[in-house]
C-alpha cells in the first residue's frame, strides 16, 4: 500500500498494482481471454475530452467480472482514487458510478481543470493486474450561443438543421421532440437524446439527480446505438406523478440537452388532446368576454350579430 493515502482500512486487500505510465501507443486491453475470464470491452473509449469547468466521465466495462474489485488510478501521482465505489481521497470532485446490469464502472470528476488531464487506469485485482488505461484531455470553455449562426438558432424544430451546424462547431446532445412531453399515467416513457458523435458517453438526470437503473422502482432501462452518432434511448415504464418533471441527457464532452414531462392523468391527455382543451378553453375565455362586454352595453343597445 503506498504511503500517504489516508482512510484506506487494513482488512480490505486493494491488491493494486502500480504499473509504469503508459504512453498512447501502449494503451491497450488485455487480450486472449477464455470464457470465464474477465476482460474488458475494448470499445469503450479509451481517449476523452471534457470542457474545463465541466464534468468528465472516464468509463471501463467489465465482462465476466465475478467477485473481483474494481480500482481507479491516477497515474500523474501514482495515487488511488477509487475501490469499489468508494472513493479514497479528499477531493470531492471525484465519483464513482456502476451500473450492474452492464458492468460499467465509470470515474466521474466533477469541475476538470488542465491538471486534471492525464492517464488514468481502471485496475481489476485478478493474478496478474488487469488493467484499462483512458487519456483525459481538458479542452477550453464552451462556446456560448453566439458561436452558432443566428438563423440557426431560430430554427426551433429543425433538428437536422442543428445537427448539420454543430459539426462545424462542437458535439452538442439534442432530445427528439423537443418541447414539454404528456405521458398518461401508467405508460411507458420513451425519451431518445441524439449525439452528434460516438466518442461520448451519455448520462441521464432526472431533477438534477443522475437515474438509477438499479432503484427499486425498476422498470427503467437504457438502450444505446452508436455509428457516427450516439442514440440513447430512456425507457420508463408504468410512470407514476413522481416521474413529472425535468429530464436531461448529458453526454461527456458536450452540451447537456434537456425536456420536461408531464405525467398526467384525466381527461386532458396527450399532445392532441391537450391542444383541444386549450382551444376549447380559449374559446370559452373568449365568449365570455362578449358577454361581458354585451352585458356592459345592454343601455345603449346592442348589435344581434354580436349579442
Known amino acids: 500500500m503506498a504511503s500517504g493515502i489516508i482512510g484506506?482500512?487494513?482488512?480490505?486487500?486493494?491488491?493494486?498494482?502500480y504499473l509504469p505510465i503508459p504512453t498512447h501507443a501502449t494503451i491497450t486491453e488485455h487480450e486472449g481471454h477464455s470464457a470465464e475470464e474477465p476482460y474488458f470491452d475494448p470499445t469503450v473509449p479509451r481517449d476523452v475530452?471534457?470542457?474545463?469547468?465541466?464534468?468528465?466521465?472516464?468509463?471501463c466495462r467489465i465482462y465476466n467480472m465475478g467477485n473481483r474489485t474494481v480500482s481507479w488510478i491516477r497515474?500523474?501521482?501514482?495515487?488511488?482514487?477509487?475501490?469499489?465505489?468508494?472513493?479514497?481521497?479528499?477531493?470531492?470532485?471525484?465519483?464513482?458510478?456502476?451500473?450492474?446490469t452492464s458492468g460499467d464502472w465509470?470515474?466521474?470528476i466533477k469541475w476538470v481543470s488542465a491538471k486534471d488531464e492525464g492517464t488514468y487506469g481502471c485496475q481489476l485485482n485478478t493474478q496478474p493486474i488487469k488493467s484499462y488505461y483512458i487519456m483525459l484531455t481538458v479542452v477550453g470553455k464552451m462556446p456560448d450561443q453566439s458561436t452558432y449562426p443566428?438563423?440557426?438558432?431560430?430554427?426551433?424544430?429543425?433538428l437536422q438543421h442543428r445537427m448539420l451546424a454543430d459539426v462545424a462547431n462542437v458535439p452538442?446532445?439534442?432530445?427528439?421532440?423537443e418541447g414539454d412531453m404528456y405521458v398518461s399515467l401508467g405508460s411507458t416513457l420513451n425519451l431518445s437524446c441524439i449525439l452528434n458523435t460516438s466518442d461520448s458517453q451519455l448520462f441521464w438526470y432526472h431533477d438534477g439527480e443522475i437515474i438509477n437503473y438499479d432503484s427499486l422502482r425498476g422498470g427503467i432501462t437504457i438502450i444505446v446505438e452508436k455509428s457516427n452518432i450516439t442514440v440513447s434511448t430512456l425507457h420508463i415504464k408504468n410512470t407514476s406523478i413522481e416521474d413529472s418533471g425535468n429530464y436531461t441527457c448529458s453526454p461527456s464532452n458536450?452540451?447537456?440537452?434537456s425536456t420536461v414531462v408531464h405525467v398526467i392523468k384525466g381527461e386532458c391527455f396527450g399532445s392532441l388532446i391537450v391542444f383541444v382543451c386549450f382551444f376549447f378553453s380559449f374559446l370559452f375565455f373568449i365568449l365570455t368576454l362578449i358577454y361581458l362586454k354585451c352585458s356592459e352595453s345592454v343601455d345603449e343597445g346592442c348589435d344581434a350579430s354580436v349579442c
Open 254 to 257: 458536450a452540451n447537456s440537452a
Open 75 to 100: 497515474h500523474a501521482d501514482v495515487h488511488i482514487i477509487s475501490v469499489g465505489t468508494y472513493t479514497y481521497t479528499s477531493d470531492q470532485r471525484y465519483f464513482i458510478l456502476h451500473d450492474n
Open 49 to 59: 475530452n471534457a470542457f474545463r469547468g465541466k464534468t468528465a466521465y472516464l468509463s
Open 150 to 158: 443566428e438563423s440557426w438558432w431560430e430554427k426551433e424544430n429543425n
Open 8 to 17: 484506506i482500512p487494513d482488512s480490505l486487500d486493494l491488491n493494486v498494482e
Open 172 to 177: 452538442a446532445a439534442y432530445i427528439a421532440n
Open 106 to 108: 465509470t470515474l466521474q
